[in-house]
Nanobody, 115 residues
Framework: QVQLVESGGGLVQTGGSLRLSCAASGIIISNNAMGWYRQAPGKQRDLVARIFSGGSTTYADSVKGRFAISRDNAKNTVYLQMKSLKPEDTAVYFC?????????WGQGTQVTVSS
């Protein structure tokens, strides 16, 4: 059974930093692509960053140069390091693992950036 548990969200001022964690069970993250998404109130859930099994990464244009996705294979955990945070980064952040037939999501962690 796949389980994703996010942590690390919180309230931070503009320009601050946070690191989100996604602890995975039921899958081996190094064998799969893992993603971070975010959803602001009243908006759709959008991809923020993805790390592929080979280690390559992709980012949404809005976070390039500020966010970094990484993983610790020994801990089976994916991270999202967020720097230079802006009020528009405020959202619930979700960890994602997808197969051809199903998307798996964590419960989400709230990130609030105050101006």
């Amino acid at each position: 059974q796949v389980q994703l548990v996010e942590s690390g969200g919180g309230l931070v001022q503009t320009g601050g930093s946070l690191r989100l964690s996604c602890a995975a069970s039921g899958i081996i993250i190094s064998n799969n692509a893992m993603g971070w998404y975010r959803q602001a109130p009243g908006k759709q859930r959008d991809l923020v960053a993805r790390i592929f099994s080979g280690g390559s990464t992709t980012y949404a244009d809005s976070v390039k140069g500020r966010f970094a996705i990484s993983r610790d294979n020994a801990k089976n955990t994916v991270y999202l390091q967020m720097k230079s945070l802006k009020p528009e980064d405020t959202a619930v952040y979700f960890c994602n693992f997808a197969t051809w037939t199903r998307n798996y999501w964590g419960q989400g962690t709230q990130v609030t950036v105050s101006s």
